[in-house]
Nanobody, 128 residues
Framework: QVQLVESGGGLVQAGGSLRLSCAAS????????MGWFRQAPGKERESVAG????????YYPDSVKGRFTISRDNAKSTVYLQMNSLKPEDTAVYYC?????????????????????WGQGTQVTVSS
């Protein structure tokens, strides 16, 4: 079992930055690929970043590429999401998710159903 706790959300003006953190309770955090997702009211949950168990491979959709950076510290069992140049359309609840790595899997997954563990979410609001 993995418990995930996000922090770092808040209200920021357009163009500003926020850094989200997700602390995991997993005894073997390095056996999990991690992802960040967001969900705005009335919209489906979508991926904004993914990172392999080693941290060596990352994924970003075009909507955030160049603005968001995912990283992880396996020694601290924590994954981060640095968000720069924030836009009002980035406003959403942001969720951290964990996926137990299967075999030699390396590529971060992009779909919510591919992750088995979720945090409670943290609100990010970007004002114009």
């Amino acid at each position: 079992q993995v418990q995930l706790v996000e922090s770092g959300g808040g209200l920021v003006q357009a163009g500003g930055s926020l850094r989200l953190s997700c602390a995991a309770s997993a005894r073997t955090f390095s056996r999990y690929a991690m992802g960040w997702f967001r969900q705005a009211p009335g919209k489906e949950r979508e991926s904004v970043a993914g990172i392999s168990w080693s941290g060596g491979i990352t994924y970003y959709p075009d909507s955030v590429k160049g603005r968001f950076t995912i990283s992880r510290d396996n020694a601290k069992s924590t994954v981060y999401l640095q968000m720069n140049s924030l836009k009002p359309e980035d406003t959403a609840v942001y969720y951290c998710a964990a996926r137990a790595v299967v075999g030699s899997e390396k590529t971060p997954r992009r779909l919510p159903h591919e992750y088995g563990y979720w945090g409670q979410g943290t609100q990010v609001t970007v004002s114009s």
